[in-house]
């Protein structure tokens, strides 16, 4: 009898363990934002970087961000959900909302080129990061991610995943209502 007792207990323990583990779990899931990450350029200076525009081999350093605010945004012609946000990009891009700047991702430059030529190109300029250095100094995991950085060239606000039309209102907009604000 006790044998088979404890025989039980071990079978059934490990049952139990895993189900309050996913119970916690499951709870996590529903409780956070998992597009927010911590991020360690928040409120801090856009990172110092120097690469070519993929268009067009001009310089572009981290001074030429200064002076507006901007929407840096990392994508990579590989990046499925990247297209997902595309026409949200492009539609701020002929709105003149704000100027948008690309860094692709660790991609080749001919497969870039077609994309946007296929898709259309919302970029101001297209940083060209194909070793992935300035992302990493950025803090990215993965592509797509955005950032507003502001006219000083602070960063404001960060979104990781997919940029969508209600992070965008409720998390990026209202830093250019300020600026309009201040004005």
Not at 29 to 49: M, Q, W, Y
Not at 149 to 171: H, M, N, S
């Amino acid at each position: 009898m006790q044998k088979r007792l404890k025989t039980r207990l071990l079978l059934v323990t490990p049952l139990v363990g895993f189900g309050i583990l996913v119970f916690f779990l499951g709870i996590g899931f529903r409780l956070g934002k998992h597009n927010v990450h911590p991020s360690a350029v928040l409120n801090d200076p856009f990172p110092e970087f120097s690469s070519v525009n993929l268009l067009d081999d001009e310089r572009i350093r981290r001074e030429d961000l200064i002076g507006t605010f901007r929407l840096v945004n990392v994508w990579a012609s590989w990046c499925t959900a990247c297209v997902e946000e595309h026409d949200l990009l492009l539609e701020l891009a002929r709105s003149g909302t704000i100027s948008i700047i690309g860094i692709n991702y660790r991609d080749q430059a001919e497969d870039a080129k077609t994309w946007l030529y296929e898709r259309g190109n919302p970029y101001e300029k297209v940083v060209v990061d194909a070793q992935g250095e300035i992302c990493v100094d950025l803090g990215v995991y993965g592509a797509p991610e955005s950032f507003l950085v502001d006219p000083e060239g602070i960063v404001r606000a960060k979104q990781v995943g997919v940029l969508t039309r209600t992070v965008w209102l409720e998390e990026f907009e209202p830093w250019l209502e300020t600026q309009v604000e201040q004005n």
